[in-house]
């Protein structure tokens, strides 16, 4: 397990020359309007998400887990919890396919666990899709 951040940025090509910078390696897959770092020190699933309109610094927050049987037992959890909203089973999303949890902490950031089953070619944008949103 690890954590993932998110960021909305006004540039994202600005924003990942100066993450390099602080992680001192380059992104694993970018494009004009998303950037992701994976990470081993620290242990973190990084992004950068383009935003037009106004940065709120934190596009989604989330939780890496390793596999399908995890995703089942984080599942079942936040439903007995009550505070399961969304599942996305088998998404291309952020140039990998993916299954997801979604949920919201009472300030309103949205929260993800999710798995990577793939990783996809890095083409096009992210720009329109959906994706990595709660």
Not at 3 to 17: Q, T
Request: aromatic share 8%.
């Amino acid at each position: 397990m690890r954590p993932h951040i998110s960021l909305d940025v006004r540039d994202v090509p600005a924003s990942v020359e100066f993450y390099q910078k602080v992680f001192g390696v380059a992104p694993q897959k970018q494009t004009t309007d998303y950037a992701k770092f994976d990470l081993i020190a620290p242990a973190l699933n990084f992004a950068l998400v383009s935003s037009t309109g106004a940065v709120r610094a934190v596009n989604h927050l989330g939780i890496e887990v390793e596999s399908a049987d995890d995703i089942a037992s984080w599942k079942q959890r936040l439903q007995e919890q009550g505070i399961l909203e969304k599942v996305e089973e088998d998404l291309a999303c952020c140039f990998a396919r993916q299954d997801k949890l979604w949920f919201t902490d009472p300030d309103g950031n949205p929260w993800e666990v999710f798995t990577v089953h793939e990783q996809l070619a890095v083409t096009g944008t992210l720009k329109n899709t959906g994706c990595c949103a709660a």
